[in-house]
Protein backbone atom coordinates (compact mmCIF):
# COMPACT_ATOMS: atom_id res chain seq x y z
CA UNK A 1 0.00 0.00 0.00
CA UNK A 2 1.01 3.55 -0.86
CA UNK A 3 2.35 5.44 1.91
CA UNK A 4 0.05 8.59 2.82
CA UNK A 5 1.82 12.15 4.11
CA UNK A 6 1.21 15.48 5.36
CA UNK A 7 2.35 18.02 2.72
CA UNK A 8 1.74 21.90 2.42
CA UNK A 9 3.61 22.12 -0.88
CA UNK A 10 4.63 19.28 -3.65
CA UNK A 11 7.10 20.49 -6.03
CA UNK A 12 6.80 18.13 -9.31
CA UNK A 13 7.71 17.58 -12.65
CA UNK A 14 11.94 18.38 -11.70
CA UNK A 15 13.71 17.43 -14.24
CA UNK A 16 16.97 17.04 -12.10
CA UNK A 17 17.14 17.38 -8.50
CA UNK A 18 20.68 18.02 -7.36
CA UNK A 19 22.12 17.47 -3.80
CA UNK A 20 24.98 16.83 -1.51
CA UNK A 21 23.34 14.40 1.17
CA UNK A 22 24.51 13.98 4.76
CA UNK A 23 23.98 16.11 8.11
CA UNK A 24 27.87 17.11 8.09
CA UNK A 25 30.22 18.47 6.38
CA UNK A 26 31.40 16.18 3.45
CA UNK A 27 35.14 15.70 3.29
CA UNK A 28 37.81 15.53 0.68
CA UNK A 29 37.54 13.63 -2.23
CA UNK A 30 33.67 12.42 -2.11
CA UNK A 31 32.90 15.87 -2.37
CA UNK A 32 33.19 14.75 -6.06
CA UNK A 33 29.82 12.81 -5.15
CA UNK A 34 26.26 14.19 -5.52
CA UNK A 35 22.75 13.01 -5.93
CA UNK A 36 20.84 13.46 -8.89
CA UNK A 37 18.31 12.28 -9.74
CA UNK A 38 15.65 12.93 -12.76
CA UNK A 39 11.83 12.63 -12.74
CA UNK A 40 12.14 13.86 -8.73
CA UNK A 41 9.41 15.38 -7.08
CA UNK A 42 9.74 17.04 -3.26
CA UNK A 43 6.96 17.28 -0.57
CA UNK A 44 7.39 20.17 1.71
CA UNK A 45 5.47 20.13 5.62
CA UNK A 46 5.35 23.83 6.65
CA UNK A 47 8.85 24.61 6.74
CA UNK A 48 10.72 21.11 6.20
CA UNK A 49 10.68 18.98 3.23
CA UNK A 50 8.80 15.66 3.71
CA UNK A 51 9.37 13.83 1.10
CA UNK A 52 12.11 13.76 -2.35
CA UNK A 53 12.30 10.67 -4.53
CA UNK A 54 11.08 9.97 -7.94
CA UNK A 55 7.88 11.25 -9.36
CA UNK A 56 6.66 8.12 -9.92
CA UNK A 57 6.77 6.61 -6.29
CA UNK A 58 5.08 9.63 -4.63
CA UNK A 59 3.13 8.97 -1.38
CA UNK A 60 -0.20 10.11 -1.36
CA UNK A 61 -1.26 13.26 1.22
CA UNK A 62 -3.16 13.31 3.70
CA UNK A 63 -5.46 16.17 5.02
CA UNK A 64 -5.85 19.63 2.87
CA UNK A 65 -4.63 19.40 -0.65
CA UNK A 66 -1.18 20.42 -0.30
CA UNK A 67 -0.38 23.58 -3.54
CA UNK A 68 1.87 22.92 -6.54
CA UNK A 69 4.64 23.70 -8.21
CA UNK A 70 5.34 22.80 -11.69
CA UNK A 71 9.70 22.96 -11.90
CA UNK A 72 8.59 22.29 -15.73
CA UNK A 73 11.27 20.07 -16.33
CA UNK A 74 13.64 22.19 -14.55
CA UNK A 75 16.75 21.66 -11.81
CA UNK A 76 15.77 21.74 -8.44
CA UNK A 77 19.02 22.71 -5.82
CA UNK A 78 19.19 23.58 -2.60
CA UNK A 79 19.62 27.08 -1.48
CA UNK A 80 23.03 28.51 -1.53
CA UNK A 81 24.83 29.23 2.03
CA UNK A 82 27.02 32.32 1.90
CA UNK A 83 28.78 31.73 4.96
CA UNK A 84 31.10 34.12 4.87
CA UNK A 85 30.34 38.22 4.53
CA UNK A 86 31.08 41.77 5.45
CA UNK A 87 27.43 42.65 4.03
CA UNK A 88 26.66 45.45 7.14
CA UNK A 89 28.58 48.62 6.40
CA UNK A 90 28.08 52.09 5.46
CA UNK A 91 29.98 54.19 2.72
CA UNK A 92 31.98 52.74 -0.09
CA UNK A 93 35.72 52.84 -1.38
CA UNK A 94 34.90 53.04 -4.89
CA UNK A 95 38.08 55.01 -5.56
CA UNK A 96 40.60 52.28 -3.62
CA UNK A 97 39.32 49.93 -6.24
CA UNK A 98 41.19 52.13 -9.09
CA UNK A 99 44.28 52.56 -6.81
CA UNK A 100 44.57 48.59 -7.00
CA UNK A 101 43.54 48.03 -10.67
CA UNK A 102 46.24 50.83 -11.07
CA UNK A 103 48.30 48.81 -8.82
CA UNK A 104 48.70 49.81 -5.29
CA UNK A 105 48.55 46.75 -2.80
CA UNK A 106 45.53 46.13 -0.60
CA UNK A 107 47.95 46.10 2.10
CA UNK A 108 49.62 49.42 1.03
CA UNK A 109 46.29 51.04 1.27
CA UNK A 110 45.76 50.02 4.97
CA UNK A 111 49.11 51.22 5.86
CA UNK A 112 48.40 54.76 4.42
CA UNK A 113 45.41 54.41 6.87
CA UNK A 114 42.92 53.71 4.70
CA UNK A 115 41.23 50.35 3.56
CA UNK A 116 39.12 49.25 6.43
CA UNK A 117 39.53 52.30 8.39
CA UNK A 118 37.40 53.87 5.54
CA UNK A 119 34.25 52.30 6.24
CA UNK A 120 35.06 52.48 10.02
CA UNK A 121 34.62 55.80 9.64
CA UNK A 122 31.33 55.84 6.94
CA UNK A 123 29.80 52.76 10.07
CA UNK A 124 30.27 54.55 12.73
CA UNK A 125 28.62 57.33 10.78
CA UNK A 126 25.81 55.87 10.44
CA UNK A 127 22.60 55.55 12.37
CA UNK A 128 20.54 51.89 12.91
CA UNK A 129 18.23 52.68 9.95
CA UNK A 130 20.50 53.02 7.78
CA UNK A 131 22.39 49.93 8.11
CA UNK A 132 19.32 48.14 8.41
CA UNK A 133 18.84 49.96 5.22
CA UNK A 134 22.02 49.20 3.12
CA UNK A 135 21.63 45.29 4.44
CA UNK A 136 18.32 44.71 3.30
CA UNK A 137 18.92 45.83 0.06
CA UNK A 138 22.02 43.56 0.01
CA UNK A 139 19.71 40.47 1.25
CA UNK A 140 16.98 41.15 -1.64
CA UNK A 141 19.95 41.11 -4.02
CA UNK A 142 21.07 37.83 -2.83
CA UNK A 143 17.59 36.32 -3.04
CA UNK A 144 17.80 36.70 -6.21
CA UNK A 145 20.96 34.92 -6.44
CA UNK A 146 19.38 31.77 -4.57
CA UNK A 147 21.28 32.76 -0.88
CA UNK A 148 18.77 31.62 1.56
CA UNK A 149 21.26 31.60 4.35
CA UNK A 150 24.04 33.89 5.09
CA UNK A 151 26.52 34.73 7.62
CA UNK A 152 27.53 38.27 8.76
CA UNK A 153 30.23 39.90 10.42
CA UNK A 154 30.28 42.97 12.17
CA UNK A 155 33.91 44.57 12.53
CA UNK A 156 33.65 48.35 10.75
CA UNK A 157 33.08 49.76 13.81
CA UNK A 158 35.77 48.45 16.20
CA UNK A 159 34.39 50.44 19.20
CA UNK A 160 31.87 48.69 21.52
CA UNK A 161 28.45 50.84 20.46
CA UNK A 162 29.29 50.62 16.63
CA UNK A 163 30.31 46.65 16.85
CA UNK A 164 27.13 46.24 18.83
CA UNK A 165 24.49 48.80 16.05
CA UNK A 166 25.89 46.41 13.21
CA UNK A 167 25.28 43.38 15.37
CA UNK A 168 21.85 44.67 16.39
CA UNK A 169 20.71 45.45 12.74
CA UNK A 170 21.61 42.17 11.21
CA UNK A 171 19.25 40.86 14.39
CA UNK A 172 16.72 43.04 12.58
CA UNK A 173 17.27 42.06 9.19
CA UNK A 174 17.29 38.50 10.21
CA UNK A 175 13.69 39.46 11.51
CA UNK A 176 12.08 41.45 8.43
CA UNK A 177 13.11 39.65 5.85
CA UNK A 178 13.51 35.96 4.51
CA UNK A 179 17.26 35.23 4.33
CA UNK A 180 18.78 33.76 7.33
CA UNK A 181 21.64 35.83 9.10
CA UNK A 182 24.13 33.90 11.13
CA UNK A 183 25.69 36.73 13.50
CA UNK A 184 29.56 37.00 13.64
CA UNK A 185 31.28 39.55 15.78
CA UNK A 186 34.87 40.53 14.79
CA UNK A 187 35.73 43.17 16.43
CA UNK A 188 39.34 42.36 15.88
CA UNK A 189 39.01 42.66 12.16
CA UNK A 190 41.57 45.87 12.64
CA UNK A 191 43.47 48.18 14.46
CA UNK A 192 41.16 51.31 15.12
CA UNK A 193 43.37 54.59 14.73
CA UNK A 194 42.13 55.40 18.47
CA UNK A 195 45.22 51.91 19.34
CA UNK A 196 47.42 52.62 16.12
CA UNK A 197 50.36 50.95 16.93
CA UNK A 198 48.80 48.88 19.90
CA UNK A 199 47.45 46.06 18.70
CA UNK A 200 47.67 44.01 22.61
CA UNK A 201 46.00 47.08 23.90
CA UNK A 202 42.87 47.32 21.37
CA UNK A 203 42.64 43.43 22.33
CA UNK A 204 42.31 44.14 26.09
CA UNK A 205 39.52 46.92 25.22
CA UNK A 206 37.48 44.20 23.03
CA UNK A 207 37.76 41.63 25.39
CA UNK A 208 37.53 43.74 28.72
CA UNK A 209 34.61 45.92 27.01
CA UNK A 210 33.22 44.69 23.75
CA UNK A 211 32.77 41.10 23.84
CA UNK A 212 31.41 40.88 27.17
CA UNK A 213 28.53 43.55 26.04
CA UNK A 214 27.76 41.25 22.87
CA UNK A 215 27.75 37.94 25.06
CA UNK A 216 25.10 39.97 27.20
CA UNK A 217 22.71 40.73 24.54
CA UNK A 218 23.48 37.02 22.75
CA UNK A 219 23.42 38.68 19.26
CA UNK A 220 26.63 36.43 17.62
CA UNK A 221 26.96 33.14 18.03
CA UNK A 222 30.98 32.99 16.35
CA UNK A 223 33.93 34.87 17.06
CA UNK A 224 36.09 35.71 14.30
CA UNK A 225 39.66 37.56 13.58
CA UNK A 226 41.37 39.22 10.69
CA UNK A 227 45.05 36.88 11.16
CA UNK A 228 47.72 38.50 9.07
CA UNK A 229 50.81 40.31 8.89
CA UNK A 230 50.70 43.82 10.19
CA UNK A 231 47.43 43.10 11.55
CA UNK A 232 46.94 40.97 14.57
CA UNK A 233 49.56 38.14 14.59
CA UNK A 234 49.56 34.67 16.14
CA UNK A 235 49.79 35.09 19.71
CA UNK A 236 46.86 38.08 19.60
CA UNK A 237 45.04 35.79 17.49
CA UNK A 238 46.05 32.78 20.39
CA UNK A 239 44.66 34.87 23.26
CA UNK A 240 41.71 36.27 21.18
CA UNK A 241 39.99 32.67 20.06
CA UNK A 242 40.92 31.36 23.23
CA UNK A 243 39.09 33.74 25.08
CA UNK A 244 36.52 33.58 22.75
CA UNK A 245 35.80 29.78 23.07
CA UNK A 246 36.20 30.32 27.47
CA UNK A 247 32.78 32.67 26.70
CA UNK A 248 31.17 29.83 24.74
CA UNK A 249 31.48 31.33 21.59
CA UNK A 250 32.38 29.10 18.12
CA UNK A 251 35.44 30.30 16.19
CA UNK A 252 36.41 31.51 12.52
CA UNK A 253 39.51 32.96 11.76
CA UNK A 254 40.51 35.05 8.43
CA UNK A 255 43.66 33.18 8.15
CA UNK A 256 46.87 32.82 5.59
CA UNK A 257 45.41 35.41 2.94
CA UNK A 258 48.03 37.84 2.29
CA UNK A 259 51.44 35.97 4.07
CA UNK A 260 51.75 32.55 5.34
CA UNK A 261 51.37 33.10 9.27
CA UNK A 262 50.51 29.66 10.00
CA UNK A 263 46.44 31.22 10.94
CA UNK A 264 45.24 27.87 9.57
CA UNK A 265 46.83 25.66 12.15
CA UNK A 266 46.25 27.74 14.76
CA UNK A 267 42.62 27.38 14.04
CA UNK A 268 42.35 23.73 13.89
CA UNK A 269 44.57 23.47 17.08
CA UNK A 270 41.72 25.55 18.74
CA UNK A 271 39.35 23.52 17.10
CA UNK A 272 37.56 26.54 14.88
CA UNK A 273 34.37 25.67 12.85
CA UNK A 274 35.91 27.51 9.77
CA UNK A 275 39.52 29.25 8.44
CA UNK A 276 38.37 31.12 5.92
CA UNK A 277 40.51 32.63 2.99
CA UNK A 278 44.00 30.58 2.66
CA UNK A 279 45.44 31.07 -0.13
CA UNK A 280 49.30 30.79 1.30
CA UNK A 281 48.15 28.09 4.06
CA UNK A 282 50.36 25.35 4.70
CA UNK A 283 50.22 21.76 3.43
CA UNK A 284 50.62 20.44 6.88
CA UNK A 285 47.79 22.88 8.36
CA UNK A 286 45.52 21.83 5.80
CA UNK A 287 46.07 18.25 6.81
CA UNK A 288 45.76 19.66 11.11
CA UNK A 289 42.44 21.31 9.42
CA UNK A 290 41.29 18.14 7.89
CA UNK A 291 41.67 16.21 11.13
CA UNK A 292 39.95 18.53 13.91
CA UNK A 293 37.06 18.95 11.02
CA UNK A 294 37.51 22.64 10.44
CA UNK A 295 36.16 23.69 6.81
CA UNK A 296 38.29 25.20 4.47
CA UNK A 297 36.27 28.59 3.33
CA UNK A 298 37.66 29.75 0.12
CA UNK A 299 36.70 32.70 -1.37
CA UNK A 300 37.59 33.11 -5.10
CA UNK A 301 35.60 36.94 -5.48
CA UNK A 302 38.26 38.28 -3.08
CA UNK A 303 41.56 36.46 -5.07
CA UNK A 304 39.42 37.64 -8.31
CA UNK A 305 39.25 41.84 -7.10
CA UNK A 306 42.84 41.10 -5.11
CA UNK A 307 44.39 39.70 -8.47
CA UNK A 308 45.75 36.96 -5.86
CA UNK A 309 46.89 33.56 -7.25
CA UNK A 310 43.65 31.45 -6.78
CA UNK A 311 43.13 29.04 -3.69
CA UNK A 312 44.02 25.65 -4.67
CA UNK A 313 40.92 23.94 -3.55
CA UNK A 314 41.62 20.60 -4.96
CA UNK A 315 44.71 20.54 -2.84
CA UNK A 316 42.62 21.30 0.05
CA UNK A 317 40.63 17.97 -0.71
CA UNK A 318 43.30 15.72 -1.49
CA UNK A 319 44.47 16.81 2.25
CA UNK A 320 40.90 15.71 3.06
CA UNK A 321 39.55 18.97 4.25
CA UNK A 322 36.12 19.98 3.75
CA UNK A 323 35.72 23.09 1.34
CA UNK A 324 33.42 25.92 1.45
CA UNK A 325 32.47 28.19 -1.16
CA UNK A 326 31.68 31.92 -0.56
CA UNK A 327 31.05 35.39 -1.09
CA UNK A 328 33.30 37.86 1.02
CA UNK A 329 31.22 40.22 0.45
CA UNK A 330 32.36 43.71 2.14
CA UNK A 331 33.44 47.42 0.86
CA UNK A 332 36.92 46.99 -0.27
CA UNK A 333 39.12 43.66 -0.72
CA UNK A 334 35.90 42.38 -2.58
CA UNK A 335 32.44 44.07 -3.45
CA UNK A 336 30.97 41.25 -5.15
CA UNK A 337 27.86 38.65 -4.24
CA UNK A 338 28.35 36.91 -7.56
CA UNK A 339 27.52 33.24 -7.00
CA UNK A 340 28.07 32.53 -10.55
CA UNK A 341 30.85 33.97 -10.81
CA UNK A 342 32.33 31.73 -7.63
CA UNK A 343 31.00 28.98 -9.41
CA UNK A 344 32.96 30.10 -12.59
CA UNK A 345 35.74 30.60 -11.03
CA UNK A 346 35.65 27.17 -8.37
CA UNK A 347 35.17 25.09 -11.29
CA UNK A 348 37.61 26.69 -14.10
CA UNK A 349 40.38 27.69 -12.07
CA UNK A 350 40.75 26.03 -8.41
CA UNK A 351 40.64 22.06 -9.63
CA UNK A 352 37.00 21.80 -8.28
CA UNK A 353 33.85 19.83 -9.94
CA UNK A 354 30.89 20.93 -10.61
CA UNK A 355 30.04 18.50 -7.51
CA UNK A 356 32.12 19.60 -5.53
CA UNK A 357 31.57 23.29 -5.84
CA UNK A 358 27.80 22.79 -5.58
CA UNK A 359 28.56 20.99 -2.34
CA UNK A 360 30.64 23.59 -1.24
CA UNK A 361 28.38 26.12 -1.75
CA UNK A 362 25.13 24.34 0.03
CA UNK A 363 26.27 21.33 2.96
CA UNK A 364 29.49 22.71 3.30
CA UNK A 365 28.22 26.44 3.75
CA UNK A 366 25.97 25.00 6.31
CA UNK A 367 28.81 23.28 8.03
CA UNK A 368 30.84 26.45 8.27
CA UNK A 369 27.86 27.52 10.32
CA UNK A 370 27.56 24.61 12.36
CA UNK A 371 24.06 24.19 10.88
CA UNK A 372 24.37 21.15 8.31
CA UNK A 373 22.59 19.00 10.55
CA UNK A 374 19.64 21.81 9.37
CA UNK A 375 20.04 22.65 6.30
CA UNK A 376 21.96 22.68 2.72
CA UNK A 377 20.81 19.38 1.89
CA UNK A 378 17.83 18.23 0.28
CA UNK A 379 16.36 15.58 2.48
CA UNK A 380 13.06 15.13 4.64
CA UNK A 381 13.57 16.56 7.83
CA UNK A 382 15.25 19.51 6.31
CA UNK A 383 14.34 23.11 5.67
CA UNK A 384 12.72 23.41 2.47
CA UNK A 385 14.97 26.39 1.15
CA UNK A 386 15.59 25.34 -2.49
CA UNK A 387 15.73 26.73 -5.98
CA UNK A 388 14.60 26.35 -9.19
CA UNK A 389 17.05 26.97 -11.91
CA UNK A 390 16.27 28.04 -15.37
CA UNK A 391 18.52 25.16 -16.83
CA UNK A 392 18.23 21.24 -17.28
CA UNK A 393 20.80 20.15 -14.89
CA UNK A 394 22.82 21.68 -12.03
CA UNK A 395 26.20 21.44 -14.36
CA UNK A 396 25.04 24.55 -16.05
CA UNK A 397 25.25 26.57 -12.64
CA UNK A 398 29.93 26.51 -14.16
CA UNK A 399 28.51 26.14 -17.52
CA UNK A 400 26.30 29.37 -18.29
CA UNK A 401 29.52 31.30 -17.03
CA UNK A 402 28.54 34.12 -14.78
CA UNK A 403 24.65 34.00 -15.75
CA UNK A 404 21.91 33.50 -12.27
CA UNK A 405 20.18 30.89 -13.29
CA UNK A 406 17.95 31.35 -10.21
CA UNK A 407 14.31 31.02 -11.61
CA UNK A 408 12.84 30.33 -8.22
CA UNK A 409 14.07 30.62 -4.67
CA UNK A 410 12.11 28.92 -2.09
CA UNK A 411 13.05 29.52 1.73
CA UNK A 412 11.43 27.24 4.40
CA UNK A 413 8.48 25.97 1.90
CA UNK A 414 7.22 29.36 0.69
CA UNK A 415 8.44 30.79 -2.86
CA UNK A 416 10.10 34.13 -1.92
CA UNK A 417 11.00 35.38 -4.96
CA UNK A 418 10.13 34.82 -8.25
CA UNK A 419 12.22 35.76 -11.65
O1 LIG B 1 37.78 39.23 4.29
N1 LIG B 1 40.63 40.54 5.13
C1 LIG B 1 39.98 41.23 5.92
N2 LIG B 1 38.68 41.49 5.83
C2 LIG B 1 37.97 41.53 4.62
C3 LIG B 1 38.23 42.79 3.87
C4 LIG B 1 37.67 43.94 4.57
C5 LIG B 1 37.78 45.24 3.85
O2 LIG B 1 38.67 45.45 3.00
O3 LIG B 1 36.93 46.08 4.17
C6 LIG B 1 38.18 40.29 3.82
O4 LIG B 1 38.73 40.31 2.70
FE1 LIG C 1 36.24 38.43 5.04
Known sequence: MK?????????RNIGELATP??????????MDGLSALSGAALAVDVDRVAWVGPESEMPDFTGPAPELLDAGGRTVVPGFV?????????????????WRAAGVPYMEIHRRGGGIATSVAATRAADADELVGVGATRLRR??????????????????????LRQLAAMDRLDALQPVDVVPTFMGMHSVPAEYKGRPGDYLDYVLKEVMPAVKA???????DIFCEKGVFELDDTRRYLSAAKAMGYDLKAHADEIEPLGGAGLAAELGAVSADHLLKASTADLRAMAAAGTVATCLPLTAFVLREPYADARAMM?????????????????????????????????????????????????????????????????LADFLILDAPSYRHLAYHTGMN???TT???GAVVYKR
Open 3 to 11: RSIKATLVV
Open 21 to 30: TGREAVKGRA
Open 82 to 98: DSHTHFVFGGYRDEEFL
Open 142 to 163: MLELGVTTVEGKSGYGLDKDTE
Open 217 to 223: QGIARFC
Open 318 to 382: DAGCAVALASDLNPGSCYSQSIPLIFAIATLYMGMSMEAALTALTLNGAAALGLAGDRGSLEPGK
Open 405 to 407: LVA
Open 410 to 412: VKR
